[in-house]
């Protein structure tokens, strides 16, 4: 049995990685995927949604898992030898790993250091993106062309992103019954993306 290993960075904070975590741990697990999550982020964010709303299991709980998603922490020092090199182990272990932006000028600047160190780091057969998140879609930046923004940052762009929505807040508390319609298939797109 073959698990993929799917893996969110970012080492500023505030950009949506536990979050866009959840969207696809909750969408996948409602494709009938067999979830699990590894949350190494010590705000434990994941995990608490995980046992309290979603009822997805802990990777230490379902060895079995289709598909481990595993949260990283939000804030790093990248001086730091000892917890760079436990996040440089798990980029290599990993299928899938996204780099989780939003969609700002200086979000994309402090995502450069992270989009270098996945691309030094991942193996060979994984495959690295940029994903844009919290877009403001009516603001001259939302608007404005996903591929541009993205040069220069040496990862694969993914085709869909994540605009700034209530209803992808709304998970944290109500599950996956908050997000319905255009929203649902957005982060299914989304996910299949990400499994292709």
Not at 42 to 58: D, F, M, N, R, T
Not at 64 to 80: F, M, V
Not at 120 to 133: C, G, R, V
């Amino acid at each position: 049995m073959f698990t993929m290993i799917v893996t969110f960075l970012n080492q500023k904070g505030g950009v949506g990685k536990s979050t866009v975590c959840i969207l696809l741990g909750a969408v996948l697990k409602a494709a009938g995927y067999k979830v699990s999550f590894d949350d190494r982020d010590p705000q434990q964010s994941v995990s608490q949604w995980a046992k309290e709303v979603g009822g997805i299991p802990l990777k230490d709980n379902c060895p079995d898992a289709d598909i481990i998603l595993c949260d990283t922490p939000g804030r790093l020092d990248l001086e730091d030898e000892g917890e760079m090199d436990a996040l440089r182990a798990l980029v290599q272990r990993s299928d899938r790993l996204l780099v989780v932006c939003e969609k700002s000028p200086f979000s994309i600047q402090a995502s450069k250091a992270m989009c270098a160190f996945t691309l030094s780091n991942k193996s060979e057969n994984a495959k690295a993106y940029l994903l844009f998140n919290k877009i403001r879609q009516n603001t001259v930046i939302g608007k404005q062309e996903n591929n541009k923004l993205a040069e220069g940052l040496g990862l694969a762009m993914l085709t869909n992103a994540l605009p700034l929505a209530a209803p992808y807040e709304n998970i944290q508390l109500q599950g996956i019954s908050a997000i319905q319609g255009k929203h649902r298939e957005i982060i299914l797109k989304l996910a299949l993306e990400v499994l292709k």
